[in-house]
Nanobody, 128 residues
Framework: QVQLVESGGGLVQAGGSLRLSCAAS????????MGWFRQAPGKEREFVAA????????YYTHSVKGRFTISRDNAKNTVHLQMNSLKPEDTAVYYC?????????????????????WGQGTQVTVSS
């Protein structure tokens, strides 16, 4: 099991930037695909971005492509989501998640059911 703690959320004006971080505990963290999801009030949780264990492959949902960048530092057991050009529709609670079944593979799933471990979430609010 991987314990995940997100940080970096907050209130920002449209067009601004935020950098989310996810700190992970667990020796096998560096072998898992890691994902970011978000959930807005009254909506389903949706996939945002994911990165494979080595960082060689990433995938983004269409609405954030070109604005968000996912990265990881396996030496520090962290995953980051750099969010630029933020829009009011990006407002949501953001969660990081670990896919333990992806161990040392290039598998990236956009399905939340695929991910085993989740953080508590961090609120991102973008004002217009």
């Amino acid at each position: 099991q991987v314990q995940l703690v997100e940080s970096g959320g907050g209130l920002v004006q449209a067009g601004g930037s935020l950098r989310l971080s996810c700190a992970a505990s667990g020796r096998a963290f560096n072998s898992y695909t890691m994902g970011w999801f978000r959930q807005a009030p009254g909506k389903e949780r949706e996939f945002v971005a994911a990165i494979t264990w080595s960082g060689s492959s990433t995938y983004y949902t269409h609405s954030v492509k070109g604005r968000f960048t996912i990265s990881r530092d396996n030496a520090k057991n962290t995953v980051h989501l750099q969010m630029n050009s933020l829009k009011p529709e990006d407002t949501a609670v953001y969660y990081c998640a670990a896919d333990r079944n992806s161990r040392f593979t290039l598998v990236i799933s956009t399905q939340s059911s695929r991910y085993d471990d989740w953080g508590q979430g961090t609120q991102v609010t973008v004002s217009s």
